[in-house]
T-cell receptor
Framework: DVKVTQSSRYLVKRTGEKVFLECVQDMDHENMFWYRQDPGLGLRLIYFSYDVKMKEKGDIPEGYSVSREKKERFSLILESASTNQTSMYLC??????????FGPGTRLTVT | RKEVEQDPGPFNVPEGATVAFNCTYSNSASQSFFWYRQDCRKEPKLLMSVYSSGNEDGRFTAQLNRASQYISLLIRDSKLSDSATYLCVVFPSGGSYIPTFGRGTSLIVHP
C-alpha cells in the first residue's frame, strides 16, 4: 500500500512564526502536491513538484514556499504565518496521471 | 463555468437504498477520471477509477459519458458506513498530472 505521512496532525502557531510542514511518501512517486482544504472551498492546490528540486506554483502559492531535496520528501513552508492560513493542509503523491494518494493532513491553527 | 461540478447535497438515504451521484466536467479532452471518498476531518481516499466501458467494485459502479461530459457513481444497498463526501477528480488532456477536484457530494445514510 502507498503510504504518505505528514509530520504533524495538529499544529498551533502564532502569527509571524515560520512554519514547516513535512510530507514523506514511500512509493517512489515522481509527483508530489500540497493542498489546503477549507469548508465550502474544496481542495486548492498550493504547489506541486514533478521531480527533485523542481517545483511549480499551483492556484494559491502566495505566502507559501516549498522544498524538495529528496524524491520522497516534500516540505511546505509558511514564511510568516498569518491567521488566514489557518486550514487543513494535505499532501499527496502520484505516479504520472494516475490517482493521487493523500497523507492524513495537518490541521494548522494560526493565532 | 466551473471545470468540475458536483451537486453538494446532502443526499439523505435510508440503509439499503440505491443512490447515484453525477459529476460534470467542462474540458472535453479530459483523459482520466476518479472517484474519491472523504470522511469527516480525514483525507480523501481513492475509491475507484472510471473507465470508458464502466467499471464495478462490489456495490459501487462508476461510469463515464464522454458525449455528455459527466461521470457517475452508483452505490447499491447503501450502508451506514457509506456516509461520507464523494469527490470526483478529472485529469485534463496532454498528459498533465494536475487533477481538478470537484467540491464533493455529501451522502448521509440513515437507519
Amino acid at each position: 500500500d502507498v503510504k504518505v505521512t505528514q509530520s504533524s496532525r495538529y499544529l498551533v502557531k502564532r502569527t509571524g512564526e515560520k512554519v514547516f510542514l513535512e510530507c514523506v511518501q514511500d512509493m517512489d512517486h515522481e509527483n508530489m502536491f500540497w493542498y489546503r482544504q477549507d469548508p465550502g472551498l474544496g481542495l486548492r492546490l498550493i504547489y506541486f513538484s514533478y521531480d527533485v528540486k523542481m517545483k511549480e506554483k499551483g492556484d494559491i502559492p502566495e505566502g507559501y514556499s516549498v522544498s524538495r531535496e529528496k524524491k520522497e520528501r516534500f516540505s511546505l513552508i509558511l514564511e510568516s504565518a498569518s491567521t488566514n492560513q489557518t486550514s487543513m493542509y494535505l499532501c499527496a503523491s502520484s505516479l504520472q496521471a494516475n490517482g493521487q494518494y493523500f497523507g492524513p493532513g495537518t490541521r494548522l491553527t494560526v493565532t | 463555468r466551473k471545470e468540475v461540478e458536483q451537486d453538494p447535497g446532502p443526499f439523505n438515504v435510508p440503509e439499503g437504498a440505491t443512490v447515484a451521484f453525477n459529476c460534470t466536467y467542462s474540458n472535453s479532452a479530459s483523459q482520466s477520471f476518479f472517484w474519491y471518498r472523504q470522511d469527516c476531518r480525514k483525507e480523501p481516499k481513492l475509491l475507484m477509477s472510471v473507465y470508458s466501458s464502466g467499471n464495478e467494485d462490489g456495490r459501487f459502479t462508476a461510469q463515464l459519458n464522454r458525449a455528455s461530459q459527466y461521470i457517475s457513481l452508483l452505490i447499491r444497498d447503501s450502508k451506514l458506513s457509506d456516509s461520507a463526501t464523494y469527490l470526483c477528480v478529472v485529469f485534463p488532456s496532454g498528459g498533465s498530472y494536475i487533477p481538478t477536484f470537484g467540491r464533493g457530494t455529501s451522502l448521509i445514510v440513515h437507519p
